[in-house]
């Protein structure tokens, strides 16, 4: 399994008020040709500025959407592919990592990376032949390193990490929501942030101060040229990161100090983690120090194509916050991953639905046996039939009726699969359904046939039983011998034969 290092690019956002207040000089320029970013230091201006290589540099002139196609895009589109994707912002606070993620709807031009990654999984979908697709989301924040669905009935309700051998870690509980279109994806996120944790600090009047991850979960079935299926199953996770802060320029008190407290410690945790990744002498990477670490598990040094957008401040007096940014960012590029394709995956819903319209038609088909039986009845018993044509003639609409009832089923049970395809409803209700659907088809039969032996008082040939066939032909077989005694020679078809019918 091939290597991949995590991509890393740098964007450095314009002067904001706050800091054309202060009359604040820029320190941050690039060279986004090379990939280069410059720091210098304001204290010392005679030295030559400090110096680091990205994958992309990004300064004011460059917009998100420009980023999303240089950088993001390979990333999405791997996991329409069925690779697992994280990309994550990281930088102090009001540095433009939610501007970068999210964005704002409009104008379109401004839109986020997270929106940008919702049209190219639909316009994915949409393209895509011979294969379905089943796509979910779900949206959490890591608040004073408690897990928070901001999707769920109770968006205070703690949800618990849990880790399972093959699933890797998950959170218990955390509610997953179908999606169809992209306006059901913006719908979510714009539900999630108004529901996320946010506060005023002297830095950021809307600073965020938990960590906010949406999660879009993509399962994929694929059909080759010999008719075989293909699961897939993939994640994209979109990761917002609260902002790093000094408490003596933030102004955080009370409840927004502890806010700080908790942020700060969750990314030591994570540049530890960094850190220890690219030590290749270390043997023990400290994951679990924190819920964000132990979430971003397989995004760091594991099977996940990650990026990492570290988002700068061009303002000299964010100059220490913007060094320790760079040399973050710097860290984790050097991180190896090992990207793989997730194929033939054991849990996911498209496998338990098709799984789970095999028994049913199997079932249908056991059901259906006796039409079996009645053709291999039916060629004994031709002759029989043939003297006897009102009743073939009554036979055969018997047949016809009950032919256009299995139709009748047979479409309506396709229609429900294919709708409960497109919806990707729940398991226990497509159950109820075609259960429901196919009482209601049974009875129908029944009734037909309990109809047709009241009006007629007799017994169809072709549905006849083969102990009461056999008690004909012994029937027959001892009027013929009784012929034979009475006449003294054997049995001739030209003789009238009783009917026992």
């Keep these: 399994m091939a290597s991949e290092a995590v991509k890393v690019i740098v964007r450095c956002r314009p002067m904001n008020g706050r800091e054309r207040a202060l009359h604040c000089k820029e320190v941050v320029s690039m060279e986004s040709t090379r990939g280069q970013c410059f720091l210098q230091n304001p204290a010392a201006a005679s030295e030559p500025p400090k110096q680091f290589t990205f994958d992309g540099a990004y300064c004011q002139e460059h917009s998100t959407e420009q980023i999303y196609n240089e950088i993001a895009y390979p990333l999405v589109e791997g996991v329409t592919e069925g690779y697992n994707g994280t990309i994550f912002a990281y930088g102090q606070t009001g540095s433009g990592k939610s501007f970068t993620m999210q964005g704002v709807l409009e104008p379109s031009a401004q839109k986020g990376i997270i929106p940008r990654a919702f049209e190219h999984i639909f316009e994915s979908v949409q393209c895509a032949e011979n294969a379905k697709f089943l796509v979910r989301a779900s949206y959490l924040e890591i608040y004073n390193e408690d897990i928070h669905d901001l999707l769920g009935a109770d968006t205070k309700h703690k949800l618990e990490l849990k880790e399972h051998p093959e699933k890797g870690v998950y959170v218990k509980g955390l509610s997953l929501h179908t999606v169809h279109s992209v306006v059901q994806c913006e719908q979510l996120m714009e539900t999630g942030c108004s529901n996320r944790a946010v506060g005023y600090t002297l830095m950021n009047k809307d600073s965020s101060r938990s960590h906010a991850v949406f999660t879009v979960n993509m399962e994929i079935c694929t059909v080759d040229e010999r008719g075989l299926e ?74 996940t194509k990650t990026l990492m957008v570290a988002c700068l401040s061009p303002a000299d007096n964010n100059y220490d916050e913007s060094l320790s940014t760079l040399r973050y960012a710097n860290r984790a590029k050097n991180i190896k991953n090992k990207p793989c394709i997730n194929e033939d995956p054991k849990d996911t819903l498209l496998r338990e639905y098709q799984e789970e319209i095999k028994k049913l038609k199997a079932i249908l088909a056991e059901q259906m046996g006796m039409d079996n039986l009645a053709g291999l009845l039916h060629a004994e018993t031709a002759h029989l039939a043939v003297k006897s044509p009102p009743l073939f003639k009554t036979q055969v609409e018997l047949e016809a009726e009950k032919q256009l009832i299995r139709e009748e089923y047979n479409g309506r049970l396709a229609q429900l699969k294919a709708s409960y395809e497109a919806e990707q409803a729940s398991r226990a209700r497509l159950e109820e359904d075609i259960s429901r659907l196919k009482t209601h088809y049974d009875l129908k039969l029944s009734a037909l046939e309990e109809n047709f032996r009241k009006e007629k008082g007799v017994i169809c040939p072709l549905c006849f039983y083969p102990a009461m066939f056999f008690g004909y032909i012994k029937t027959l077989m001892a009027f013929t011998d009784q012929h034979k005694k009475v006449h003294n020679r054997p049995f001739h078809s030209r003789h009238n034969v009783p009917s026992v019918w």
């Excluded at 790093?244 to 806010?259: D, F, I, P, V, W």
């Design 230 to 303: 293909h699961l897939r199953a993939a994640k994209l996770n979109l990761v917002d990161l609260a902002g790093s802060e000094r408490q003596s320029k933030t102004g955080a008190m009370g409840e927004r100090l502890k806010e700080a407290i908790k942020i700060n410690l969750s990314l030591s945790a994570l540049g530890n983690v960094i850190s220890a990744l690219v030590d290749g002498k270390c043997k023990h990477v400290p994951y679990r120090d924190s819920k964000l670490t132990r979430l971003l598990q397989d995004s760091l040094g594991g099977n």
